[in-house]
């Protein structure tokens, strides 16, 4: 098993640029989440998906979009990016206990 | 606003001694979970206690919980060099039912010198 998967590990954007960061798991898990993490902050729920054709809104989905058409997949969108969005993003699937994957690190100049 | 907040941020020992981490939350719950987080990697799960447990141990870690004070704490016994890393609770709110939001707290960095 891969686990959980997350594509790229880097992204250079420039304010008002667009773009998907692609997560994938391979533990038939129904429940897959995206998270960001900022210096001193934790980590805050963006959105999370119970299963396909689910998703629901957490702490922070503000310029976030996401859509669950597989069990598999869990992509999570930045329509127009924003400084602020610079973090690292960490996507998890979730069965008996939860698995992260390796996270992309995301800079918006 | 975050569910939980660890303490103490951060936390320097010797290799051999003994690390705790606490951790407090504001809302009942339905689990409370422990995870590591090596630098610039992903988190690891590393435990997870039931709202109705009090103790659960798993090799050298050790958490407990107690739900009257809404707060958990994490031992780690005889640490190692390897156990460097940072710490975060996570809790499962609980709202009359599951909500699916596991909310993270800010963490602990713990440093355990050779």
């Known amino acids: 098993n891969a686990g959980v998967t997350q594509t790229p590990k880097f992204q250079v954007l420039k304010t008002g640029q667009s773009m998907t960061l692609q997560c994938a798991q391979d533990?038939?898990?129904?429940?897959m989440s995206w998270y960001r993490q900022d210096p001193g902050m934790g980590l805050r729920l963006i959105h999370y998906?119970?299963?396909?054709?689910?998703?629901d809104q957490g702490e922070v989905p503000n310029g976030y979009n996401v859509s669950r058409s597989t069990t598999e997949d869990f992509p999570l969108r930045l329509l127009s990016a924003a400084p602020s969005q610079t973090s690292v993003y960490f996507c998890?699937?979730?069965?008996?206990?939860?698995?992260f994957g390796p996270g992309t690190r995301l800079t918006v100049l | 606003s975050q569910q939980g907040e660890e303490d103490p941020q951060a936390l320097s020992i010797q290799e051999g001694e003994n690390a705790t981490m606490n951790c407090s939350y504001k809302?009942?719950?339905?689990?409370l979970q422990w995870y590591r987080q090596n630098s610039g990697r992903g988190l690891v799960h590393l435990i997870l206690?039931?709202?109705?447990?009090r103790e659960k141990h798993s090799g050298r870690l050790r958490v407990t919980l107690d739900t009257s004070k809404k707060s958990s704490s994490l031992l780690i016994t005889a640490s190692r060099a390897a156990d460097t890393a940072s710490y975060f609770c996570?809790?499962?709110?609980?709202?009359?039912?599951?909500?699916?939001?596991?909310?993270f707290g800010t963490g602990t960095l713990l440093a355990v010198q050779p």
């Open positions: 998890a699937s979730r069965g008996n206990e939860q698995f």
């Open positions: 533990m038939n898990h129904e429940y």
């Open positions: 998906s119970v299963g396909a054709g689910i998703t």
């Open positions: 809302t009942s719950i339905n689990n």
């Open positions: 206690i039931r709202s109705n447990e």
């Open positions: 996570a809790t499962d709110p609980w709202f009359g039912g599951a909500t699916n939001k596991l909310i």
